[in-house]
């Protein structure tokens, strides 16, 4: 007996594992030896190409590809029509599917709706990529991201939350009360 959902609309191909809770909506295609972690929601229309890997509590929006590559931790957010890539140079006349790249998303991260990811970069613990940014190089974790190509104007916490650090480089979030420190540009959580 299966622990998690799949639509009738919707196909799943050998070799796959799926967690407990996770439910597969409308139209989707879950190609061979994926592995999907538990209470994931992956939404209308959404393709996830062989070998991916997804963490657990991994939310998909609808019309998100997710390619061979691309390995997700726990808690990562696809907003719709994201886009990842998985070869830097492709051409239909020339198959590279031994070049496909890696792409991880470390947890907590969010990706908004119509973002594109080139392949081979890392987006860094709950970082943000704003909604139609182009991510063309490494994330760091906390960062908070726009534009194309996406450049950081600012830091978030692990909520989501916009930090104002302070002239000795603290920060507080305004939802959880938990501390930041920012030091040589890089933010790390104050236990």
Same mark, same amino acid.
């Given at each position: 007996?299966?622990?998690? =959902?799949?639509?009738?609309?919707?196909?799943?191909?050998?070799?796959?594992?799926?967690?407990?809770?996770?439910?597969?909506?409308? =139209?989707?295609? &879950?190609?061979?030896? *994926?592995?999907?972690?538990?209470?994931?929601?992956?939404?209308?229309?959404?393709?996830? /190409?062989?070998?991916?890997?997804?963490?657990?509590?991994?939310?998909?929006?609808?019309?998100?590809?997710?390619? /061979?590559?691309?390995? *997700?931790?726990?808690?990562? =957010?696809?907003?719709?029509?994201?886009?990842?890539?998985? $070869?830097?140079?492709?051409?239909?006349?020339?198959?590279?599917?031994?070049?496909?790249?890696?792409?991880? $998303?470390?947890?907590?991260?969010?990706?908004?709706?119509?973002?594109?990811?080139?392949?081979?970069?890392?987006?860094?613990? !709950?970082?943000? &990529?704003?909604?139609?940014?182009?991510?063309?190089?490494?994330?760091?974790?906390?960062?908070?991201?726009?534009?194309?190509?996406?450049?950081?104007?600012?830091?978030?916490?692990?909520?989501?939350?916009?930090?104002?650090?302070?002239?000795?480089? =603290?920060?507080? !979030?305004?939802?959880?009360?938990?501390?930041?420190?920012?030091?040589?540009?890089?933010?790390?959580?104050?236990?």
């Amino acid at each position: 007996m299966k622990d998690f =959902f799949v639509h009738e609309s919707s196909y799943v191909d050998d070799g796959c594992e799926i967690g407990a809770g996770t439910k597969i909506w409308h =139209f989707c295609h &879950i190609m061979s030896n *994926c592995k999907i972690g538990e209470r994931c929601n992956i939404g209308q229309n959404v393709v996830v /190409s062989p070998e991916v890997v997804l963490g657990n509590n991994v939310k998909i929006q609808n019309n998100v590809s997710v390619y /061979s590559g691309v390995v *997700c931790e726990d808690d990562v =957010f696809l907003g719709p029509s994201m886009v990842f890539t998985n $070869v830097i140079n492709p051409r239909s006349a020339f198959p590279r599917k031994d070049e496909y790249k890696r792409t991880l $998303v470390k947890r907590g991260a969010t990706i908004g709706a119509n973002a594109t990811v080139v392949c081979g970069n890392e987006i860094g613990r !709950c970082a943000l &990529i704003g909604a139609g940014a182009v991510v063309t190089h490494d994330v760091p974790d906390y960062a908070l991201m726009v534009g194309n190509p996406a450049r950081r104007i600012g830091w978030v916490s692990e909520a989501g939350q916009k930090l104002v650090f302070d002239k000795d480089g =603290f920060a507080e !979030c305004p939802q959880t009360h938990e501390r930041y420190r920012l030091q040589e540009n890089i933010v790390v959580k104050c236990n």
